[in-house]
């Protein structure tokens, strides 16, 4: 039989898609660690992004080939390997019946807001890859594996930003005397966040109609680098991307200060989100993965453990760096996306609780320990990939090869 | 300059995708005897559709060529012509700065949900074909008709059968003491209505991010074949559907009495949906166009006049039939689709009509025009066409080259 759950009913085989990247290399590793047999499928495409736009994570990652030599060194461990685009539906078929997972973590998608917004060629290839990979992954686990459970990374910004609190994927609505429990309804604001507007919707009905088991993790905005895995070896250490493109606001943020740059906060700075610690998304992916829905639910859950402002985080690094001795002050430069600056927000997210999970919370501590990794690398740090260069309103029909120090 | 609105502000050009379809091919018509300057643009791919398939409209429809030609004969207009694929952007960019509208029309979609739930290739070709054209319509309009008002096709079906009355695409919601008006939640129910919550999710964020201005119309099922100007002449004849995969509801019913077979009736019958005339369609297109919203602004109507569950349009055709003295009956057939059989439903439908709309109403009257035309063509029939075919539970990845009699 190709049915892919164990006998025992409990899952024990993890397909990581997206595994070679910042979210999905801890995770892989992660669970490998917790006793699961893990599978990584990669196009490796995120490497060729950096190539192509002349940005570069800040820890001199490994390749996939010697990284998982190394964890196989360090830990006895195997993890098996598929080198390919989930696009390309042969390959994924092959590695899926190959390996039949009971669960399939799907990371691998185009993931930066910014990318999607370079240009018409970049926006389409977001959305392209992103909705047709995950349609992809549901035909292949509804006709191979059709028990699988897959655990999908959302994000919260499909959220946006209401006038009223934020649900964990569905809300209950009163409306002229009859009520009934929607799916949340969604505002997002770029190419990216609106691939995987789709993708929900395009879950939700597969759940429905094919009786598959989904759990859309909204996530939000990661931080930190280190997790137990990742620290055991310089050949296992993880991507930290700080660049206007890939960076995301407090990791950039941090490695601003380490060279003394201004913090790069957009607009007003009263942006607010949902935020989280790296050591959480893996602990978050475990917890889903172990706690499987029923076939044909469809669950949403809010993955994040604080929300902060960019003002808010912009004064924690600057408070964390005086600590170390580090001078550094927020600058206010002109807002490259299209976003409201001050806004109410109030994001339910207690159902991983729930499950087990005890949030890092983002202290002094953990400010130093990302300081710290930053200062390491400081002599990596390319000053010209720290400016915003990609402005949603100017984002053009034309392919930008060649990223300018000054676009906006 | 390269804007397109006249220097008065009224709109008068029109460019209408999907031009040679179905409500496209009477909407061209309409308006250019309404006095607009009209182009088409279509690939002309549903005649593909219908050549790979093996099936037909049952109304003998001329070449595109020869329609436009007969058109300018009988009516001394001409219309321009663009025949490609509005997928290739190359193609797209220069249609519109040649024939710089002041409005574009877009029906040029994939639009059938069985056609969407045929096999793997199918359903990412819908979700492909519909998302990425109107995603290169957007850049198109951003980068050269900023001023351009986007009139876009959707369906009632984006929003499903949720339990509460269905808004004009956004609701106000009251929440633990707050309030914000939303996008109406989303419960699409095939790939093909996906697709349409997609393009939805796009547009929205194009008019916020780049002032765009658009309407999305979120129409019904259409029924009907003529308009004033489609039966002037042979030649300018619409294309009428009634086979499983393109025929909707009611055209489908009027087909099947006027050859004596049972109508099908998917299920218990209750699944209810708003229907409106075709003559309708092209008048609610007008009134959109004549109408435009500011920039920036995502209006959404929804087009309709009437709603109707299954089995009570099958017991008015039942009757009007009789009427032609023909005798015919309702047979429930397993429903190949994942839907609700019984629900609530009740859907706002009042903007269009204050816009000045008069709909036509679903009289017997219309029904036997419907129904005399199914019976001037009774010949044209293939019966092998009518049982559903495509199941939404059984769709696989293997590419189905060949629709059989009975796969469901
Ligand atoms: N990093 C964050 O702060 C954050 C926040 C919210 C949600 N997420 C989501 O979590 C997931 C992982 O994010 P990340 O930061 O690790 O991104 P990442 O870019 O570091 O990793 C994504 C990986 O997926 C791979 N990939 C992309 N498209 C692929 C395809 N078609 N076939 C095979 N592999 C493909 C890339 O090569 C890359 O290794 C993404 O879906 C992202 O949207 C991330
Ligand atoms: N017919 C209905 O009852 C109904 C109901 C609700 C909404 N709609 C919507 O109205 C629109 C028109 O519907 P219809 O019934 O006239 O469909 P149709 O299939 O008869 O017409 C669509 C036309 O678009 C063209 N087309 C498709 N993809 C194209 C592409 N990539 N480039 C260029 N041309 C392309 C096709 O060749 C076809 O001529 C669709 O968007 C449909 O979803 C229709």
Redesign the interface.
Not at 162 to 165: E, R, S, Y
């Given at each position: 039989s190709l049915s892919a759950v164990s006998h025992s009913g409990k899952c024990s085989r993890v397909m990581v898609i997206g595994g070679d990247g910042y979210c999905g290399w801890a995770t892989a590793l992660h669970l490998s660690k917790q006793g699961y047999e893990v599978a990584i499928v990669d196009s490796l495409v995120r490497r060729l992004f950096d190539e192509q736009l002349g940005t570069h994570t800040l820890t001199p990652i490994a390749s996939l080939q010697k990284r998982v030599k190394r964890w196989r060194d360090l830990s006895g461990k195997s993890l098996s390997v598929y080198v390919g685009d989930i696009c390309d539906?042969e390959f994924l078929?092959s590695s899926l019946r190959a390996f039949a997972p009971d669960a399939v973590v799907h990371f691998g998608e185009q993931r930066s807001a910014p990318y999607s917004m370079i240009d018409?060629g970049r926006?389409?290839f977001t959305?392209?890859n992103n909705?047709?990979g995950t349609?992809?992954v549901l035909?292949?686990i509804k006709?191979f594996a059709a028990e699988c459970h897959l655990v999908k990374l959302g994000t919260m910004g499909e959220y946006g930003t209401?006038?009223?609190?934020i649900e964990e994927g569905f809300?209950t609505?009163?409306?002229?005397g009859?009520?009934?429990t929607?799916?949340?309804?969604?505002?997002?604001?770029?190419?990216y966040h609106?691939s995987k507007?789709?993708d929900s919707?395009?879950i939700?009905?597969t759940c429905?109609?094919?009786g598959l088991r989904a759990t859309d993790l909204n996530q939000g905005v990661v931080y930190g680098v280190m997790t137990p895995e990742t620290q055991l070896h310089e050949e296992l250490i993880n991507r930290l991307d700080y660049d206007a493109i890939f960076g995301t606001a407090l990791n950039r943020f941090c490695v601003q200060a380490a060279i003394g740059h201004p913090l790069t906060v957009y607009g007003k700075g009263g942006q607010t989100r949902g935020y989280l610690d790296i050591r959480d998304t893996v602990r978050c992916v475990e917890l889903a993965i172990a706690n499987p829905p029923n076939l044909g639910e469809f669950r949403v859950f809010n993955q994040f453990t604080e929300q902060f402002s960019v003002n808010e985080l912009a004064k924690l690094v600057i408070g964390a760096g005086k600590k170390l001795g580090i001078e550094v002050e927020a600058a206010n430069v002109p807002n490259p996306r299209?976003e409201a600056e001050e806004h109410?927000y109030n994001a339910k997210h207690t159902k991983l609780v729930e499950l087990g999970l005890e949030p890092h919370f983002l202290s002094d501590a953990l400010l130093d320990s990302l300081l710290n990794v930053a200062i390491k690398y400081l002599d990596r740090v390319d000053r010209a990939l720290i400016m915003p260069d990609v402005s949603?309103?100017k984002v053009?029909?034309k392919p930008r090869t060649v990223m300018s120090e000054n676009m906006a």
């Open positions: 539906f078929e018409r926006a389409i959305q392209h909705v047709i349609l992809n035909f292949a006709e209401p006038n009223i609190d809300i609505i009163n409306h002229n009859r009520s009934d929607l799916p949340y309804p969604k505002q997002a604001s770029s190419f609106l507007v789709h919707h395009n939700a009905f429905k109609a094919w299209v109410y949603w309103k053009g029909v």
